[in-house]
């Protein structure tokens, strides 16, 4: 007996239960002997403690658990690609502009993280697959491809993420969004002070980032580590790229996202072959106000993100960006590799952090990009 859902197993679980304890009482001399259901959870889970985080497989890899799995239920309810973070890199604005695309849907907003379901990465995935399932949308009934997708910013770092991610969507392409890892830390710290974080409220940013995480106090430690940590791209990528193929990840270049976001959507939809395009260059208009692109709705009124996305805050002390700098040029050198072996061009944002921006970077066109990719979209459920 198990507690992981084997989808097809379930309904039959408690029948060949009871049919194997019949069997032994009538055949066999063995004294059984039983406990009360959370006494017995306690023994098993002492016994195979690596098993109390379960793992959601996918219903609809298998075609005996598609047969007996509900009629009500279906694999078209599962997304095909998913926006995995890091936080303070743009993720938002990615997702309400992809959001905008008649042929894309989101899930719906989740009333304890909004429109984030954060459901690889924390408690929610405890619920299961059904509470995952419930937050996008059911097939339509008119045939047309629909692409359906959700962002929670705080996967790409998350530890068991990309193992959850991997048993349930095998086939999902995962969107990556990359900024100056600087630039990310001192946008978290600014976030966190808003969100009256204690220790952001106490510490300056210089003091956070050289805290030393040994003698540090812990919540100085958490926020130092908090900060610091998903800027380690490279190591992340590599977590993700180990159960992953290269051609269903894809980094988008968060600078590039803020300048130039018309572009880089149409880019991604080249990679993604995403069908009907759809020219975004009608659709978002730079808003000077805001300092950022903004959404244009069909009554050419302008929709910008929030205040807490685009914040003002004063410029980074040099003394915490020559640290930043210097304490993720392995990171960056590492990512710097890994652009070039995925076949990415390099950003000029990395080029600068690692003081290498006087050479030669020709840019690949989006075709030649989108050729390293996969050449369908598969159905989530279908492997
Ligand atoms: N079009 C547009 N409008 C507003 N903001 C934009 C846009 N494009 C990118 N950005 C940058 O997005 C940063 C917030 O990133 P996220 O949305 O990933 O943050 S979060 O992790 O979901 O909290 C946010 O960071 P801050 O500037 O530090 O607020 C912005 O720099």
Redesign the pocket.
């Known amino acids: 007996m198990t507690h992981m859902s084997n989808y097809a197993l379930d309904r039959l679980g408690s029948y060949v239960f009871e049919s194997a304890v019949q069997f032994l009482r009538c055949w066999t001399n063995l004294r059984l002997e039983t406990r009360p259901p959370l006494q017995l959870a306690d023994i098993y889970f002492d016994l195979y403690p690596e098993e109390q985080d379960p793992i959601w497989g996918n219903p609809c890899q298998d075609k005996r658990h598609l047969e007996i799995w509900s009629k009500n239920k279906s694999c078209e309810r599962l997304p095909n690609f998913l926006i995995i973070?890091p936080?303070?890199?743009?993720?938002?604005?990615l997702y309400s502009f992809l959001s905008i695309h008649p042929a894309i849907s989101s899930n719906r907003d989740s009333p304890e993280t909004f429109e984030e379901l954060q459901f690889f990465s924390g408690k929610n995935y405890q619920k299961g697959i059904d509470w995952y399932m419930s937050f996008f949308p059911p097939p339509a009934n008119d045939n047309e491809t629909r692409y359906l997708f959700e962002k929670s910013?705080n996967y790409f770092d998350g530890t068991l993420v990309p193992q959850r991610v991997h048993a349930l969507l095998p086939s999902a392409h995962l969107i990556t969004?990359l900024i100056p890892p600087s630039k990310r830390a001192y946008?978290w710290y600014?976030?966190q002070r808003v969100h009256n974080d204690k220790a952001a409220l106490e510490f300056s940013f210089h003091e956070v980032i050289t805290a030393n995480p040994r003698h540090a106090p812990r919540a100085l430690r958490e926020l130092h580590n908090r900060i610091l940590q998903p800027g380690m791209y490279a190591h992340h990528l590599e977590r993700w790229l180990a159960l992953f193929p290269p051609q269903q990840l894809h980094l988008v270049d968060?600078e590039r996202?803020?300048s130039d976001?018309i572009l880089v959507l149409n880019q991604l939809q080249t990679e993604l072959k995403i069908r009907p395009f759809f020219d975004y260059a009608n659709h978002l208009k730079y808003v000077d106000q805001?300092g950022?692109?903004?959404q244009v709705d069909s009554l050419n009124k302008t929709k910008?993100?929030g205040q807490?996305?685009?914040?003002n805050y004063p410029p980074m002390e040099s003394a915490s960006l020559k640290f930043l700098r210097e304490y993720y040029q392995p990171e960056n050198t590492a990512l710097e590799k890994l652009f070039k072996r995925l076949g990415y061009p390099i950003p000029s944002w990395l080029e600068e952090e690692l003081g290498t921006e006087s050479q030669n970077n020709p840019q690949i066109p989006a075709e030649e990009i989108s050729n390293n990719v996969s050449s369908h979209w598969e159905n989530p459920g279908s492997q």
């Open positions: 973070g936080q303070k890199t743009g993720t938002t604005a910013a969004i946008s600014h976030h968060g996202l803020k976001p805001k950022f692109y903004c910008c993100l807490g996305k685009g914040r």
